[in-house]
Structure formats: C-alpha cells, structure tokens
C-alpha cells in the first residue's frame, strides 16, 4: 500500500469515527397498553400498569432500567426503580409496573373506604409517572413513563 492510500484510509477511518460519535440513537417509544387487578387482600390490592417499549432503532437497545411513581388519588403511593430488558432493534417489548395499594393509604381507614361505597363512589384516579433509560455502545437515551386514568375499586375486598 503507498502512503497515499494509506493516508487516504486512516483519514476516512478519522472522519467514520467522529461521525459515529455523533450519531445519537433514537429514544425507545414508551406507550401505556392497560392495567389489570392483580391479587386483593384485606390490607390492600395490587394493580399492573402494562406499557409496551418500541425500538425505532437498527440495532437492539439495552434498557438499563426504569423508575416510577405511582400517583392515586393525587397521593403518591408507590415508587421503585426496576432492573432492565433487552429491546430487540426494530422491535417491542412489554413490561409491567406493579404496585400494591394500601386502603390505609389510600383511604386513611376502612370505615372511610365503605363510606365511599355507600356513596356510591368505584373508582379511583390514578397515574404512573417515570422514566425509561436505555443505550447502545455506551451512549445513553431515555423516555418518559406515562400514564392516567380511573381504577375500579375492587368488588371482593375482604374485611
């Protein structure tokens, strides 16, 4: 190989290099799919906020993990930090942010909790918020975890 070619090779290597570096990926497109009532007890229930995570990207984003508080009622009732999931490039992923609900919580006691029945009262307001962190050879994205709505109270609460 001459010095010219081998200038000209290391110049593009040169040049590839800083463009890459500026190359940012495409954040993840975090959408809230539903929530579904898991298990209900005498001290409270559980409910499962499902969000599906799509990768606009060409090459698989490691999620590194996602935060999240869950508000009811205006009332910040949970809060956690999950660990993170492969999102495959061009693809999607589902995953849960669960949260147990407390009536103490929730409603101060139980008497509280049935007078809100006799009143007729069977749902709850809520909303999810947080973040999803994700990247790919070291550079670092992230998206917001949203979501709101109305909870039915569940009907086999056990006193």
């Known amino acids: 190989m001459t010095l010219k070619k081998a ?10 290099a800083s463009l890459s570096s500026c190359v940012q990926p495409s954040p993840p497109d975090v959408k809230y799919v539903d929530h579904s009532i898991g298990r209900v ?3 409270g229930f ?12 060409p090459l698989q984003l490691d999620v590194s993990g996602y935060s999240y508080k869950v508000f009811i009622n205006d009332k910040e009732l949970a809060s956690a930090d999950q660990k993170g999931f492969s999102l495959p490039a061009s693809g999607k992923t589902k995953f849960t942010v669960p949260a147990f609900i407390r009536y103490d919580q929730l409603f101060g006691t139980v008497l509280s909790l049935v007078e809100r029945l006799a009143r007729g009262e069977k749902t709850i307001d809520y909303r999810v918020e947080g973040t999803v ?7 670092t994205v992230s998206s917001p975890l949203k979501a709101a709505g109305k909870i039915p109270i569940p009907k086999n609460i056990q006193f």
């Open 7 to 16: 200038f000209l090779a290391l110049f593009l290597l040169a040049i590839g």
């Open 41 to 43: 007890t005498a001290d």
């Open 46 to 57: 559980e409910v499962n906020f499902n969000f599906e995570a799509a990768n606009p990207n």
């Open 133 to 139: 962190s994700a990247g790919v050879l070291g550079l």
